[in-house]
């Protein structure tokens, strides 16, 4: 239990950003954050806005406010206890403002998106000559180290996304005309890779993940359910799916073939129970040097979420955050239900005495691998 609270820290700038000033951080109503594993991460400002001195007459103070412009960087910091937490690192993109008749009902909202929305402005056409996919990923990457982007430090077990194309042929990028962005992630979604921006740990720095969903890391402490004074968790429900998991038939030209199992990437166990596909998809393609590949990450992304779970903790009983994209345990729901799972997504709801998390998570089948959590 959190006897000394939550602490959020709000900078904001056009190049560098600074503490916000006491003005904006007493206008401030709420602040929401998600990460997810798919798609970028998004946050919203909600400030208070209201006419209460002269400087209110002709437009409000907190819309004129030159810190919120479009395109500024924002950066929320959480601090439990001792160690402070960058919970996000973004731009702002949009603002909307809901006047009211009610007296301090008036609202400004600033909604913004991680800093891989810089990767977003732009559509290209790029050629890629004699270089395997994480090549390109990395040099699309590096072009963009000044918004505090790093490589990704791990490198796919896929012998596929590593090897290079033949150096007489210059690859031309699939699909044309589209956004960085938009192409890492067309390009992870066809081996069943997810790529993401997590802010951190350092202000004014994001690690890139390029590759298979993190089934390595740590658990982080427990999410505990109908446990007494040790739950910390408000709520939680589970979903098992069993037309999820799917065979992939595949065929070309000049090749054929049946993907049964996930690939070697997704062999690690978070499930005793992994049930047995039934349904089967058929691929056709022209492309026989990719078509197994994308099979696989068919095949792959389709156990992924086989048993889900979505609920709500308590940010103060947690006593941390709940990282997306890593492992987290979960006890107190029974055998078939507890373990380990993959953390899709999470929701920050923080408002003046309240700090409420919103999760969902994943794995490939029910059963816990072993008979205890740790917490």
């Known amino acids: 239990m959190n006897l000394l609270g939550v ?19 007493e206008a401030l109503r709420s602040v929401e954050v998600t990460h997810s594993d798919q798609g970028p991460s998004g946050f919203q400002l909600t400030f208070q806005v209201g006419r209460i001195g002269a400087l209110d007459l002709m437009d409000y103070r907190v819309v004129t406010n030159p810190l919120l412009k479009p395109f500024n960087r924002v950066i929320v910091i959480v601090r439990f206890a001792i ?16 006047p009211s008749n009610e007296p301090g009902a008036s609202t400004l909202t600033v909604t913004g998106e991680d800093v891989s929305v810089m990767m977003d402005l732009e559509q290209k056409h790029r050629e890629f000559p004699a270089v395997p996919d994480y090549e390109a ?32 042929y210059e690859r031309p990028q ?17 081996y069943g890779f997810v790529f993401y921006v997590t802010p951190g740990p350092l202000p004014l720095s994001s690690s890139v993940h390029w590759g298979p969903p993190e089934r390595l890391s740590i658990p982080q402490p427990a999410l505990s359910i109908n446990m007494g004074p040790a739950t910390n968790v408000e709520s939680l429900n589970f979903t098992f799916d069993g037309l999820r998991p799917q065979r992939v038939a595949y065929q070309t030209e000049n090749k054929h073939g049946t993907v049964n199992s996930p690939s070697l990437s997704r062999n690690i166990p978070l499930a005793h129970d992994r049930p047995q596909a039934r349904r089967l998809t058929c691929l056709i393609s022209d492309d026989d040097r990719r078509v197994e590949f994308l099979a696989k990450g068919m095949v792959d992304q389709s156990f992924d979420e086989v048993v889900t779970a979505n609920g709500q903790l308590d940010a103060l009983r947690y006593n941390s955050l709940l990282q997306p994209r890593s ?12 373990g380990n799972y993959y953390v899709k997504s999470v929701t920050h709801n923080i408002s003046k005495g309240r700090y409420t998390q919103s999760f969902s998570l994943s794995r490939e089948g029910t059963g816990a691998l072993l008979p205890f959590v740790l917490p």
């Open 7 to 25: 602490h959020l820290t709000l900078k904001i700038g056009e190049t560098i950003p600074v503490t916000a000033s006491p003005f904006l951080v």
């Open 83 to 98: 160690a402070p937490q960058v919970l996000m690192d973004g731009i702002i993109t949009n603002h909307q403002l809901n």
């Open 137 to 168: 990923v990395n040099q699309i990457i590096g072009c963009y180290l000044k918004y505090g982007l790093t490589l990704p430090p791990e490198v796919p077990l896929d012998p596929e996304v590593l090897n290079p194309y033949n150096p007489m």
């Open 174 to 190: 699939e699909p044309a005309d589209v956004t960085d962005r938009t192409y890492l992630q067309e390009l992870a979604q066809q």
């Open 327 to 338: 492992l987290v345990g979960v006890r107190g729901a029974g055998q078939t239900y507890d």
